[in-house]
């Protein structure tokens, strides 16, 4: 066990200690987001080949010049104002805004990335140093100022640490963690918040809620005057996520791109993730004052904006570069592959504007309330 490791466990088994079992949300949070111990505050690559998953941005700047596009649309929609911003949450190395200010037209925009962890933040400002000019940074999204644009997160909200609850004949518990002399393990306890509405057919079923949704939400609506929420991720609205198919939950544990069977192993070494309830994000937009303003899969969202960032194809042979970015569109869109596992969430504010990237969207209020 490294250093790390040992540091980390210490912490959480003095609050076990202390308060009994704890939530796996707090667990979550430290295995994660701990400064000094967390998995996100290690210095190795967590994407890409050399790290525990693929992302979109990990094949390519396409990814980027595809939301460069739709941001410059909402720019134009908003009247092209100077003060036109884009907020990032979860930049991870920066890359993707790398990627979007690469293609940008015209003089860069008001840039604020939220980033908490010192580790993360060095490797953004050394990949956004052509633009340093144009970003801010900020610890914490209640730290952002008001302001008139885009707020945008990939693969934010899946990170976000989540309860996890059980079903059997009517009655809910929850799963906590305590720990023995060897290692950390999960009991039940009864539970009596508010619980997901689950198809009573279903005789025994596991999921997850987030209990910093709300306030997360309410945090940066606030600070949006005029504009949009973009928030890109995996998961599904409740009809799909409550299905008799998804039963056993969603948490996962993956490390160098395989998944780990116990998601309480060796904190702070591998990811912790569960799909994303996009009706509960949508509900808890509502309930700040935004409105729905888009929902669709990637492969329909990436679809549209390549026809429009894109010209026709020539009858030649494709120069290299042309060639590559082909490639990992095609690997964006595959249905088998990220095109139709990752969605994209439009909510608005004070706009009503049509967004091209849900050109080929159904009524997202259908879509998410069904």
């Known amino acids: 066990m490294s250093a790390k490791s040992r540091g980390l466990e210490a912490g959480l088994r003095a609050r076990i200690a202390e308060h009994g079992p704890i939530g796996f949300d707090e667990f979550m949070a430290a295995a994660l987001y701990d400064p000094r111990h967390g998995y ?3 210095e190795n690559s967590r994407t890409g080949k050399r790290g525990d998953f ?10 980027g010049k595809l939301l460069a596009a739709q941001f410059l649309e909402m720019r134009g929609h ?3 104002p100077r003060d036109f911003t884009l907020v990032e949450q979860g930049a991870n190395d920066g890359q993707l805004m790398a990627d979007i200010l690469g293609a ?12 908490p962890l010192a580790n993360l933040r060095a490797l953004q400002q050394e990949t956004l140093a052509p633009w340093k000019g144009h970003i801010t940074h900020l610890s914490h999204e209640c730290e952002i100022p008001g302001f008139t644009g885009v707020f945008f997160a990939n693969e934010l909200l899946d990170a976000f640490p989540v309860k996890l609850l059980t079903r059997r004949q009517g009655a809910w518990s929850e799963r906590r963690v305590a720990c023995d002399e060897k290692e950390f393990v999960f009991v039940e306890t009864s539970f009596s918040g508010a619980s997901p509405s689950v198809p009573g057919e279903i005789d025994t079923f596991a999921t997850e809620i987030c209990p910093s949704l709300d306030p997360w939400m309410e945090s940066v609506a606030t600070k949006l005057h005029r504009g949009w929420l973009l928030l890109i991720d995996y998961g599904h609205p409740a009809a799909a996520r409550y299905h008799s198919a998804r039963a056993a939950g969603s948490l996962a544990a993956y490390r160098d791109h395989q998944r780990v069977e116990n998601p309480l192993a060796d904190p702070g ?6 799909h994303v ?3 509960a994000v949508a509900g808890a937009a509502q309930r700040a004052g935004l409105s729905l303003a888009g929902f669709t899969d990637q492969h329909h969202a990436l679809t549209s904006l390549a026809a429009r960032t894109f010209p026709a194809m020539p009858g030649e042979k494709l120069s290299p570069e042309a060639a590559r970015e082909m490639r990992a569109l095609r690997q ?3 249905p088998e592959s990220m095109g139709t596992s990752f969605k994209f969430l439009a909510l608005a504010k004070n ?12 009524d997202p209020q259908a879509e998410l309330f069904a």
């Open 104 to 115: 940008w037209s015209g003089a860069p925009p008001r840039v604020v990335i939220v980033e």
């Open 54 to 63: 693929f992302t979109s941005v990990s094949v390519g700047p396409v990814f």
């Open 351 to 362: 706009t009503s504007a049509p967004l091209a990237a849900f050109q080929f969207a159904r």
């Open 277 to 279: 309830d996009f009706t």
């Open 269 to 274: 070494h591998q990811d912790l993730t569960a």
């Open 78 to 80: 908003l009247g092209n």
């Open 332 to 334: 964006l869109l595959h």
């Open 40 to 42: 996100y505050a290690a």
